[in-house]
């Protein structure tokens, strides 16, 4: 069994899809050793709580190089060999890179590489796109990019706004990701220069 940190800064809708799996899949390939949030108050904490998964917090104090050195210490300290990202608001920095090489996922609101960022939904309402999307990858240097493990398109409809879109965006993360950690977790990614190659 692969341990495996889940970071989360929110509501952790996300988190609660893999808690579920990891508790009702026996072929999940993954056990969440660790939810880790920045912010003390994140329902995701709960979440967690109600699996009998241990939780950390490690609050951003306004050095990027100083709080992404604590998250990957308190993701050792757990036993963890991977960060699954599922809506955490902070940016890691390269030493996490370093430390979790093709290690740490993401799941992202939009088809990448286009609308990166935390405003994904809406700038992708603001582009008239017809289709968008959800995109899990591997983290690189860079925000919201890395090798791309799999993608679902998402029709955008003529009334749709920010709520709308981003409930049936996140009906699929909740599909995509869970399949994405255990594809990862029964072996069957290999990163490939920039690509991903499923086996
Ligand atoms: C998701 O839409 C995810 O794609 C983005 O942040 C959101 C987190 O939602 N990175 P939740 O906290 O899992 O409900």
């Known amino acids: 069994m692969l341990p495996i940190a889940i970071l989360a800064s929110g509501s952790g809708s996300n988190l609660q899809a893999l808690l579920d799996a990891a508790a009702t899949d026996p072929s999940f390939g993954a056990r969440p050793v660790l939810v880790l949030s920045d912010r003390p108050d994140a329902?995701?904490?709960?979440r967690a709580a109600g699996h009998d998964v241990p939780t950390a917090v490690v609050e951003w104090a306004g050095d990027r190089g100083d709080f992404t050195r604590r998250v990957c210490e308190a993701v050792e300290a757990a036993g963890a060999?991977?960060?699954v990202l599922?809506?955490?608001?902070?940016?890691?920095g390269p030493e996490a890179i370093r430390?979790?090489?093709?290690?740490?996922?993401?799941?992202?609101?939009?088809?990448?590489?286009?609308?990166?960022?935390?405003?994904?939904v809406t700038e992708a309402l603001e582009a008239g796109v017809k289709v968008t999307g959800v995109t899990v990858h591997f983290v690189d240097e860079q925000v919201d990019h890395g090798p791309i493990v799999c993608q679902e398109a998402v029709e955008v409809l003529d009334d749709d706004d920010e709520a709308t879109l981003h409930?049936?965006?996140?009906?699929?993360?909740?599909?995509?990701?869970?399949?994405?950690?255990?594809?990862?977790?029964?072996?069957?990614?290999?990163?490939?220069g920039s690509k991903v190659v499923w086996r």
Request: no cysteine.
């Open 43 to 46: 329902k995701a904490l709960d």
């Open 167 to 192: 409930a049936r965006l996140q009906e699929v993360e909740h599909r995509l990701y869970p399949a994405a950690v255990k594809a990862f977790a029964n072996g069957r990614l290999a990163v490939a």
């Open 86 to 92: 599922a809506g955490f608001m902070r940016i890691l």
């Open 99 to 120: 430390r979790f090489p093709h290690r740490i996922l993401n799941i992202h609101p939009a088809l990448l590489p286009a609308f990166r960022g935390a405003h994904a």
């Open 81 to 83: 060999e991977v960060m």
